[in-house]
């Protein structure tokens, strides 16, 4: 449930809320809205409901208090009406501007991510992506230089000024990776490898997490809210596609998630077209396909060579595709932005709970 | 397999491969392009392929004899390399306009079709859509006026000049139907229908054919084919979503089956929003991110009361969000035509038969 | 909604809540149950289902009035509580015993059929099956020998004594087909010709409609109840295989749609293992479990030679692969046999429309 | 690639081979048959292939080396062609007999446990289940007893004799729960979490993987290749159901696996209808349908009172429901068992690498 606070509540009467929840063994999420405060009270509540609604109804400074229904509290628009933006040193996400996520999809030596990462900024990306751990479906397939490759990244990062993006895989690597990382990416295998979303969920570093093949939007979204439940709120969604009968491609991507995702939620959410298609000459239309439908970004595997590239070598596009990616995707963007807030707002969302069906 | 003539064949020279083609009990289907003729052999071929592929190759006039692996044939690009362009009317489709197919799911009465038909055209919609026959999955829902839609479907097509499309359920229908209407459309159930995919074929009169929720992209041009080998060139194509896990969403809009078809055949392709996503907040961004993608057209649904529509209330427009949806997409469309003939060149296609899995 | 007679009703009586419905414009359907007559009232009810449902039951006779929320009703067991028998010929299907269809894909000509014929008979086959009119995805693949394929499964009926079934793919083949075939097939991609559901429908012979690769378990009840609202009441199901992302297998066999649909209907459910797996050495296990999970039959594909057959070649069974088969499932049906009442009876059916999700 | 050795191979011969792999940095892994040893190498063998297989081919002892096309090695029928069988306290699994694994979803309480523990193993379980750590969609839902619910499955196993199988989540639980459990279980959620895999493949307890609802069975055998490659060759496996557009089950229970997977590995494949079905009423048909084609186990969610589940709970047996499950299975176990050899030997397996299609 979530308490709302009045326009004129006090801090010493918000905090009462707070500890009347704390007593309760539950735990207060409070988010200050351009209005007003509003605190979200998570944990397990079960039949208590009702008491505790008209309990908290009567403390000092609240307006009203309301259920909600749906699985998902703070990661709801109700919750937090605004957009959430992201600054990861110079670059912004979620506020509107085109992020632009860029880089091999394996950190295969020095010489190969410098090329690129310099190459990518030119064109404009703005965020270095690279991968230093990689999971792979086969034991005996490359899975990353590791810490070597962060060293690089790091290296890259002196080089251009772009922030840095990279796979964590486990706890355990967390703290080396996040040593070296600005954001740290939750592959599609792990989006509900739990120990894993409550670890980057108790670190304040950015965390990007990608939707998994198998999952549904809503469950998406409770990955999410573990991560934002164990205090990390810096959090952003990525649509990479999910499996469908359809073979051409990959996977099939999912480009109405996007404006599903931003009707549900203030997260921001990126698309990725690379490993949604697996095919390079789609990596293009669907890249603008994705800024199209309101994507606040897009992610893209960039290789100087990418036949004689380790992993994904069908779907990885050359240096000079990638500059005629962005000469497409950036005035598209400039274009929609302007009907942006209109497409979010064209129809409304449904009433909380209303939308999907909950399938666990 | 295609025999390529020379670009200095003579007609008669042409006839000859014809004549040999039918006398092996087969069917020639010649195409000119804009260098040469191309002669499809169709049929049973079987076990005398390399025989006739050297026999073919010995006749007068012939280049050389290529055989083609992909089970779509007259669909396919490697046949026909141009893009296909229908003319209905005053309308064009496939020629790099934008086309919009606009009007209500169900046709209720005169009065609703005329006021959803003048709205549309003064907003811009280049052909009027409205059911007169419905397929439903329900025998105890409304099934639509039938005959007398069609009448109203006439009269709308003098009011306002637009040509019009409607669906035609089964071969029976068809002659009635073809005397109304100035776009057959084959719905998604009907898409794997032979005997009614055979009876369009064999008129003239341009066939809309919807992608089932369960075909795959491959199942849809061999559908096509299907026309084509009858007899009519006249078919476009479009994608309306398919069946995956997600519920948030009626279908899952596949909207990189638009480029993967433009690279695969040269018929034109549309997108249908309305009955993909099921919901009608989302069928802007979705209308956005068809065109943005590189489709040649969209179809929505569009109703002066859509919650009192008598089928697919929930998807429908209301008058004013059409026209919101053209004020939107129009310009999209401005943009990516530019990028379009780019769009379609930059990757290469993959070799004939190369890229997609058949599983029947 | 059910109008549920009182066990004392007369003939009168009924006559009198039929009238009423008719009077209405709704058209009511009759079944006399062990204890008492149930009678359907199908049609538009719309809004006047409350003031309906008080006058029907103020008639005298009627005990009482329900409604019912599944959108199918005369395939529902609330509607029909004891599994439909359907006699055909000595063949006895839904009683309790195991009927097995076997033949070839195609009827490739009289021979090849006889010889399959005799071999699957003395095999214990209860039901010939041959194709004559074939769906097929390509139109230059083997579309069957059709009337003259009619004929020879005409003439191996007079051999062997085994009833008939054969895929009748329109409207226009019905009379000739249903002439010889003494169970008419509604083939997967027809599964939604509401046209042809309706026109089988007006007729009395038996059906067995395939669920399509990308239908719901509920759109197939739904198209079952097509066909018993155009009045004929000889409908069985057959499940064999729905789409999904595993791509092993042809289709992924869903063996929980068995015990669902005996729950849901008491019309006869069969499974088909040869179109589900594509594989002939999966046939046997899987038809081994569907029989397990309680089908009331087997359809599978056999061929004297099927590496040299027209279609299909990869899933016909050997002649005596399928007697194998016969072994392996006769003693398995014994066996569930006696636990079969109790699968169906063990868990209770959930509430009317309170199982599934409907999605259209 | 595997070595084949000469069936009259002496040790210091086999030494020779396994050191010449390790020098090329490669890991060599031998399988003793009934005929002879085989060894298979694995790594990033890469372009040294034809070169690598004559040096191996010229080594004394050496009958053949042949190369697997397979991506999964140690998890196939050609490295290993016996079924794997493995002992778990007084339990075999895998050498024909029927492993049944059941008990509650969660552990809730040391009565709720012994309880149900006490029951199923009166009616004849062979391993207790128990959650002691869950992986559950939502970070608000119960999130299991953890290590008090190891200590009360250890005293379990002391009252019954029953070994007992819990799932481990992460690499940092693994040590206590090994402490405690005699089978770790890998989740759904977790199959392709390649750090948990590797850590539970550098242990020999007994692993059981289940399948992925977004996993194909070609993932499965990769997953399980992770263990064995990292030194565990105790591993088991699990169908649970995969995800598809039908919502009538929870998922759809992919039936057609086990003789597939069966056909591909040694490993024994067990079956778990609660989790596919999600539904109590339809875990004894399938759990029928599961071991009539050929699964070596089932594994069940049995609970003394069901409504009253903290997790799950529409899905778990009473205890009288397990008794009258068990009733039902083991004699349909007994009547495969005789056709269950067969079974496998039936359809020849398809060549190495030739049934399946890769999709990563």
């Not at 590791?146 to 790091?154: D, H, K, M, Q």
């Amino acid at each position: 449930m979530f308490v709302v606070m009045a326009s004129t509540a006090t801090e010493a009467e918000i905090l009462g809320v707070k500890s009347h929840i704390l007593d309760e063994g539950l735990t207060p999420f409070g988010h200050a809205g351009a209005q007003r405060v509003v605190v979200a009270v998570v944990g397990e509540i079960g039949s208590r409901k009702s008491s505790l609604m008209g309990a908290l109804g009567q403390l000092s400074g609240v307006e009203r208090v309301t259920p909600i229904s749906r699985p998902f509290k703070l990661a709801s628009r109700e919750f937090h009406a605004e957009d959430t933006v992201i600054r990861v040193m110079d670059a912004m996400i979620g506020d509107g501007s085109l992020t632009v996520m860029a880089g091999p999809c394996s950190v295969e030596s020095r010489d190969q991510l410098f090329e690129t990462a310099d190459s990518v900024k030119a064109s404009g990306a703005t965020v270095l992506r690279g991968g230093a751990f990689k999971p792979r479906t086969s034991p005996y397939s490359f899975q990353g230089l590791g810490v070597e490759a962060l060293r690089y990244l790091s290296e890259a990062r002196e080089r251009t000024g772009l922030p840095i993006i990279t796979e964590v895989m486990e706890a355990n690597q967390l703290d080396i990776v996040a040593e070296y990382a600005d954001i740290l990416q939750i592959g599609a295998r792990n989006m509900q490898n739990y120990s894993l979303l409550n670890a980057v969920g108790r670190m304040s570093k950015p965390v990007m997490l990608k939707r998994g093949f198998g999952a549904t939007i809503e469950e998406l979204l409770m990955a999410a809210e573990y991560i934002l439940a164990s205090g990390n709120p810096n959090v952003m969604l990525c649509e990479r596609g999910i499996r469908t009968f359809e073979t051409y491609t990959r996977n099939t991507m999912d480009l109405s998630a996007v404006p599903v995702l931003h009707s549900l939620t203030h997260l921001p959410v990126l698309v990725d077209p690379s490993h949604a298609t697996g095919k390079r000459w789609l990596v293009k239309p669907l890249s603008v396909g994705g800024v199209a439908v309101g994507a606040d970004g897009v992610m893209v595997e960039v290789h100087p060579d990418p036949d004689k590239a380790l992993s994904d070598a069908e779907q990885q596009l050359t240096l000079p595709m990638f500059a005629d990616l962005m000469a497409a995707i950036v005035p598209i963007h400039e274009h929609v932005k302007d009907m942006h807030g209109d497409l979010r707002a064209w129809g409304s969302v449904p009433a909380a709970g209303g939308g999907g069906l909950s399938k666990h």
